[in-house]
């Protein structure tokens, strides 16, 4: 609908890394993934959202407020809510869907999702639907995730996830690791460093090799301080790749596909179940690193090392 061209997101991403992955693998790629049909409603998402946000996304001035674009509140609230709403409704749907998968213990894709800055009450920096929450309080309510059993939210997309932290912030079940640059948008979290050791700012402009040096370093400590979770979230954000308009920080496109096998790599080597969302990203090249660790995902799978945690799966929203 032209809408695109208001926003640094590229509306095309997802299908462009879907075709990636169609051209490398086929009709591979249709055993591996199961196609979001049914959207999340208000009903559902009423776990973790309030009435009145909900109802108020009817309205073009809440939907233009939650992406940045104010020229959208003249739009009528109908175009809005098809054009932009109702995919996070299905990349919503998507993360929950991962999640149940990953429980059966898998790595799980949702080539969408990441809505890290949605709160209970209101959406901001493109977020509509907090996502990750969404999952855990729904599987919590269902009684397949108890209360006590830890949950890991590994966030490594560019910008600090407020809106994660803000449901979890005294939920002593759920800890958040999250490597941010503190000189963008939401900025640098307030209160005592000591207490959350592992939501750590890094500077505009961090380079690949100090980048991955702090990664390397700090996320082993995390898990190890965090043993035998039951599920882990990882927001595979592409937007601390240089090129990106809004990340800020200088790490390289080959640095970032490190990044994420080496993330990988440590989930899997530890048997943790996780569901990866691809989060934040604003440059040409986030596609192509979508689709480059979906494919790594594939790949590694018929590696047998793993034992029954060689079924990957991905979740298609595009
Ligand atoms: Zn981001």
Known sequence: MGLEKLHPFDAKKFSKAWSLLLNEFGDEISALSTIVTTPATNEALEIVHSREYLTSLQQSKTIASVVEIPALRFIPGFVLQKGLVDSARYATAGTLLATRQALESSIVFNIGGGFHHAFSDHGEGFCFFADAAFALETLRAERKISPTDKVLMIDLDAHRGNGFTSFYENDKSVSIFD????????????????????????????????????????????????????????????????????????????????????????????????????????????????????????????????????????????
């Open 179 to 318: 490597l941010y640059n503190m000189q963008v948008y939401p900025g640098l979290k307030q209160g005592e460093p000591d207490d959350f050791p592992f939501i750590i700012p890094l500077r505009a402009g961090l380079n690949s090799d100090e980048y991955l040096k702090t990664l390397k370093t700090e996320l082993p400590l995390f898990l190890d301080s965090n043993p035998h979770p039951t599920l882990a979230f990882y927001n595979a954000g592409t937007d601390i790749v240089a090129t990106d308009k809004l990340g800020a920080l200088s790490v390289s496109y080959d640095a970032v596909k490190e990044r994420d096998r080496f993330v990988v790599d440590l989930l899997r080597e530890k048997n943790i179940p996780t569901v990866i969302m691809t989060s934040g990203g604003y440059s040409n090249d986030s596609y192509k690193l979508i689709a480059d660790l979906a494919s790594y995902l594939i790949r590694t799978s018929a590696c047998g090392i793993f034992n029954n945690y060689c079924h990957n799966a991905l979740i298609g929203t595009a």
